[in-house]
């Protein structure tokens, strides 16, 4: 039984270009978290999803970010025109029900703008 | 909304000795705390985590306490061993059912062997 499934691990842009996170939840979990974290700070909430839909996006910066949890494949957050303070680590989570036991971290993909 | 505040930043003990990192939660209405060690360039993994229908939880060698009235909890790590340094981040769930955790900054823990 596979745990979530961020790819790409790496992902290097120069700015202005596009980036697409994908995460993959856990078989049968149909509600998705999304968190970024910054160089030696914690991890920020930025989006909330259930399946084709978004729950809380209220972390997420409104303008170049984006976010879908479509009926079938993976969920993506996209940065689009990325610039430098993009740069992080972004983590992807899943919960069947809830977290009623706690998130479950996928390996997360870390961002880097040249 | 929910601030959590987490103390020390750094903490650096004798393998053998106990470990005590503090977090501060704003919001009364949480009702969720879970703990989140993270080693170097790896993901966050749930240690041990706390509704507020208890005041203590243990698991082996690690335990969580919490004071809902003063809003604190705390991790306990008794016999530290050097594969316990890595980062621990504290979290609390705003607005209570809202499955969004706020985090704390984190604390380097540091076991010398």
């Known amino acids: 039984n596979a745990g979530v499934m961020q790819n790409p691990r790496h992902l290097v842009r120069r700015r202005g270009q596009e980036a697409r996170l994908r995460c993959s939840p856990v078989k049968g979990h149909s509600h998705v978290y999304w968190y970024r974290q910054l160089p030696e700070e914690g991890l920020k909430f930025m989006v909330y999803?259930?399946?084709?839909?978004?729950?809380?996006e209220s972390g997420m910066p409104k303008e170049r970010f984006s976010a879908e949890f479509p009926k079938e494949g993976p969920s993506i957050l996209r940065i689009q025109q990325v610039v430098r303070g993009d740069s992080a680590a972004y983590f992807c989570?899943?919960?069947?029900?809830?977290?009623?036991?706690?998130?479950?971290f996928g390996s997360g993909t870390r961002l880097t703008v040249v | 909304g929910e601030n959590v505040e987490q103390h020390p930043s750094t903490l650096s003990v004798q393998e053998g000795d106990s470990a005590v990192i503090k977090c501060t939660y704003s919001d009364s209405a949480s009702n969720y705390f879970p703990w989140y060690k993270q080693e170097l360039g790896k993901r966050p993994q749930l240690i041990i985590d706390?509704?507020?229908?208890?005041g203590e939880k243990k698991d082996q060698r690690i335990a969580v306490t919490l004071n809902k009235t003063a809003k604190h909890f705390s991790l306990h790590i008794t016999e530290t061993q050097p594969e316990d340094s890595a980062v621990y981040f504290c979290?609390?769930?705003?607005?209570?059912?809202?499955?969004?955790?706020?985090f704390g900054k984190g604390t380097k823990l540091t076991v010398n062997p």
């Open positions: 979290a609390a769930e705003e607005e209570g059912g809202s499955e969004k955790l706020v």
């Open positions: 999803l259930q399946k084709e839909n978004i729950i809380d």
């Open positions: 989570a899943s919960s069947g029900t809830g977290f009623r036991g706690g998130y479950t």
């Open positions: 706390i509704r507020s229908n208890v």
